[in-house]
């Protein structure tokens, strides 16, 4: 039983090079599209997660209104259900699986949304983190079709800073023998666990942790509890070769990194003329709302705003914060009703 | 040839419960002491650091001046010159290296201090990090021997982040299979290495990042050199079990962990008599001056002054940037003269 739909792409050249062959973007619709085709709204998926992770957000009475909207959910490449090194078969299986931007990921999306549903323009293009970083692609890449973004707890650009936690990340999960270059039979589990520790403690703020969040607001029984459950419990079932391909795309993101722009960020960034609300955690600490300020001021039709939150990046979470999902959640419909 | 004395401990019952046999303390004094004893600075080790990396602070015309001072600076435990999982016998060798407090790093100290020299007063007590955890333990087990304490970039209290933090350390470090749960013959430097890699993202702050002063200003060739010849050239000569030690020391500190303050931290920061400057960095990722306010707040005698830097934790750094230096160099001296 499968709860989700499949674009088969055919054979993809990506854009550093590798023909990814037989290439399969998982997608999943809500709501019905409209028949002049304006109801569009297209909801990306954030690192180490699928469609199911975030389906939680579309409901009635929600921004994202299945009764109004025509809402899409493309999987990111590298997810296990679009194609990833866990699903793709050899020789561009598990550690041979190619290295793919999030360009790859938005040219595939675009192609999915023209020739799937001939959409010719999108209301609204959001999502969190590495979903924010596909967002602001979709707005440079295809300026005349987006209307609107709201890019959350993200960026347009990976920042060094943030290039260099993910290197902590990827150091701690390939330190464990048990992941052989890529060619582990087994779980690399030792390498998972210490990663998602690497994770813990940029992923919520040091006032979350002051507060001490973890027990009096997510109900987890100590520290320890928090990290063996929460923190492990996300990334052990997770596919380590997935999980690089993602980094990867996340530490190599850039919108101005292709034959458009040419490297020249603020170009990109200028280019960008969906009205944009862009939303940094006020704690966020590897999306720091510096960079988001930066971004701001160099496009023409954006607005600052930041989560008033401590949860740190899960500011925009999956719903880990109440708090968090009701601003978001008006903030997104201000935009659509602007 | 060696450039440090060693006071012999003999056998030292830890505040854990295990007994150290014979128990070194390595040190190293500079100037001389004066008749009344009245002139005693007191400068400690950092984390998988010795004297020989602090003594460059130690010359004529800076705050520690040797032609003025006696200054001490007593090696920590597990640092590899005083008793260390490297340098103890079997039984307590390697990964059975006892669990050490700064209680217990404190506790002899004072003996070296009183038994040896029959010092009765310390002018100052004063270091980065690591030994700033120390110099508040001083403060606060110490009060009337201390007349000033001078922690920078550091805390009393290990915060439950800054334990989330180290807690990824550790994990990248022993992920390495070739850790061998401690009883490695050949050095884990898969882990080491990780562990470096771990640790870069949160020594320096996204700002330090964004503005490229690991190349600027250090003067690396790309973020890649900066990574490898910086920070996995400071982890990977390390003992790994050494390190461990240090780190347990670490997230364990608290001033009020023992049989004077039975865990009243406010209690503990209230009795420190010294007059106190508490100097974070403005941009320490894991000892942010929200927990020095705190701190501040609680104590009857102290001045916040943190540090007006974006080199994050290294603001306190060993000499890495020039004007934190001189902050650091100008503030010491207006405490010493005070």
Not at 14 to 27: D, R
Not at 243 to 271: C, H, P, R
Request: with cysteine; hydrophobic share 40%.
């Amino acid at each position: 039983m499968v709860d989700y739909e499949t674009f088969e792409l055919g054979d993809v050249v990506l854009q550093k090079g590798a023909t990814l062959p037989n290439a399969k973007l998982a997608y999943k619709t809500f709501g019905k599209l409209n028949q002049d085709k304006s109801n569009v709204i297209v909801f990306l998926t954030y690192m180490a997660s699928t469609h199911l992770d975030s389906q939680w957000v579309i409901k009635e009475g929600s921004a994202l209104d299945p009764s109004k909207y025509f809402i899409v959910i493309p999987n990111c490449f590298g997810n296990g259900f679009s194609s990833s090194p866990s699903n793709t078969p050899a020789p561009y299986n598990k550690a041979r699986f190619p290295l793919v931007t999030y360009y790859d990921n938005i040219k595939c999306q675009h192609r999915l949304l023209t020739e799937k549903f001939g959409i010719k323009k999108i209301k609204l293009v959001t999502g969190w983190s590495m979903a924010a970083g596909q967002t602001f692609h979709w707005g440079a890449l295809y300026p005349n079709m987006v209307e609107r973004i709201a890019p959350f707890c993200g960026s347009a650009k990976c920042s060094r800073h943030n290039f260099v936690f993910l290197e902590g990340v990827k150091a701690a999960l390939t330190a464990d023998a048990a992941f052989m270059d890529g060619w582990y039979k087994e779980k690399p589990a030792k390498g998972l666990r210490a990663m998602a520790r690497v994770y813990a403690g940029w992923g919520f703020s040091q006032a979350f942790y002051r507060e001490r969040l973890d027990l009096e607001r997510l109900g987890y029984s100590s520290l320890e509890d928090f990290l063996v459950a929460f923190w492990e419990g996300f990334f052990l079932p997770k596919d380590a070769n997935n999980l690089l391909t993602m980094l990867w795309t996340w530490q190599n993101g850039d919108i101005s990194d292709n034959e458009v722009y040419n490297g020249d960020f603020k170009k990109a960034l200028g280019a960008i003329k969906a009205k944009a609300y862009v939303m940094p955690g006020q704690t966020d600490l590897y999306f720091p709302p510096e960079d988001s300020q930066f971004e701001v001021a160099n496009m023409p039709n954006a607005k600052f705003l930041p989560v008033p939150s401590i949860w740190g990046h899960f500011a925009g979470g999956p719903g880990t914060n109440p708090d968090d999902v009701k601003f978001l959640d008006n903030t997104l419909k201000e935009l659509l009703r602007s």
